[in-house]
């Protein structure tokens, strides 16, 4: 069983489509009703269990009911869930930042601490969903780059003290179209400039990045740990030149 947290749309979406296909058992979690029974119309033989995964209490829930579902055996964790703001920093509350960290970061140590024990008698494998945004600072998102940076942090030190008994790898999904971009998807002028960052021209779809996570908890991936995967383009490869509108051509 494979436990995707933010699964109902987007990223976890994708990833929980990737791995039925594999031949995977898949729970997916999420707050919402509405996306959950739209998730379930393209995920036949999924689970879906309603969780606020910023608490405690719906964590641990949801880690029971995952493990009484599959007989206490968990070959993955995918911590998906998360949400976006953009703030100019002197505008940021401490609410904002309690909201935004414990839905991101918070919620991965919470799920992973719990679901621990169960996955190392497994061997399993963990991916945390972080982003670009915790590779570099980014203007007026100071919060959600501190939480998806946290992320990262957990990942990598969480590889090396249990990678004998669990593998931790991290991707950072670049400009994904997904309903946390609706505002930009929405700007013709906003999407030509950010296109114009990414070296293959284009925003990542979910599927590109579900793709990615299922392979890093595949047996494919056995060696892989502690790994940071930049799923984004190209774009954090380096700074691009402002005159790209003419790229040269090559054979």
């Known amino acids: ?34 996306s959950a029974d739209a998730a379930l119309h393209q995920l036949p033989g999924a689970c879906f269990l309603r969780a606020d995964v910023s608490r405690e209490a719906d964590c641990r829930a949801l880690v029971e009911a995952t493990l009484e579902i599959s007989r206490g055996r968990l070959r993955g964790l995918v911590n998906n869930a998360g949400i976006g703001e953009r703030h100019r920093f002197a505008e940021t509350t401490t ?13 991965a140590f919470l799920m992973t601490r719990l679901a621990l024990p169960a996955l190392m008698e497994g061997r399993g494998s963990v991916v945390n969903v972080a982003s670009v945004a915790g ?20 990942t990598q030190s969480l590889a090396l003290e249990l990678g004998h008994a669990v593998r931790f790898n991290a991707v950072c999904p670049g400009q994904v179209a997904t309903r946390m ?16 960052r990414i070296p293959v021209g284009r ?27 930049p799923v984004d383009g190209g774009e954090t490869a380096g700074l691009r030149a402002l005159h790209n509108s003419t790229r040269p051509s090559y054979p």
């Open 1 to 34: 069983m494979i436990l995707i947290t933010g699964g109902t749309a987007g990223i976890g979406l994708a990833t929980a489509s990737n791995l039925l296909a594999r031949g995977h058992k898949v729970v997916i979690a999420g707050r919402d009703l509405t």
């Open 203 to 229: 925003f990542a779809q979910p599927e590109d990045v579900g793709r990615t996570i299922a392979w890093l908890l595949s047996d494919e991936a056995a060696y892989i740990n502690g790994t940071v995967i």
């Open 135 to 154: 590779l570099r600072g980014e203007e007026n998102l100071a919060l959600y780059t501190a939480s998806k940076a946290a992320m990262i942090g957990l």
């Open 181 to 196: 971009m609706q505002k930009v998807l929405a700007d013709p002028d906003r999407c030509t400039a950010l296109e114009a």
């Open 95 to 107: 609410a904002d930042w309690d909201r935004i960290m414990n839905t991101n970061a918070r919620s």
